[in-house]
């Protein structure tokens, strides 16, 4: 569906109204939808389709997934999570998952971001030089 330019800016303005010191607050959100619909401008579906799309992207920046072999110590999970907030920022859901199937190291999926340490991922980097 495409969205008009004045549409895409609406939703641009709305969500930044939406972000308290850099992080999106539902509150808010829930106020800016419920003012959107109370009001029905024009192309206001296209509105909420952006503005929906890009809390969606908010929210997949602020949630990492780290990988490893075995539980991670609370002391390196604090580590990891600290780094985490020192690259992407403040209010990051970071979860920690178990995956045998990575011999070792640590997977790191960050929105969009991937950082592979894995004994798995070496393997096959070097399995594709041969």
Avoid: H, W
């Avoid at 003012?35 to 296209?46: C, H, I, M, S």
């Avoid at 390196?76 to 190291?105: D, R």
């Amino acid at each position: 569906m495409k969205i008009s330019k004045q549409a895409q800016r609406n939703a641009r303005e709305l969500f930044r109204s939406c972000l308290i010191n850099g992080l999106l607050d539902e509150g808010r959100v829930r106020q800016a939808v419920a003012l959107v619909l109370a009001r029905t401008p024009r192309g206001y579906l296209e509105i909420l389709s952006r503005l929906q799309r890009l809390v969606k992207l908010d929210l997949e920046r602020r949630t990492a997934r780290v990988e490893s072999t075995a539980p991670l110590p609370p002391d390196l999970k604090a580590k990891v999570t600290k780094q985490l907030e020192n690259i992407y920022g403040a209010g990051m859901s970071v979860s920690f998952v178990q995956n045998p199937a990575l011999i070792g190291g640590l997977r790191i999926q960050a929105g969009s971001d991937l950082y592979d340490g894995s004994v798995r991922a070496r393997l096959n980097a070097l399995a594709r030089q041969f």
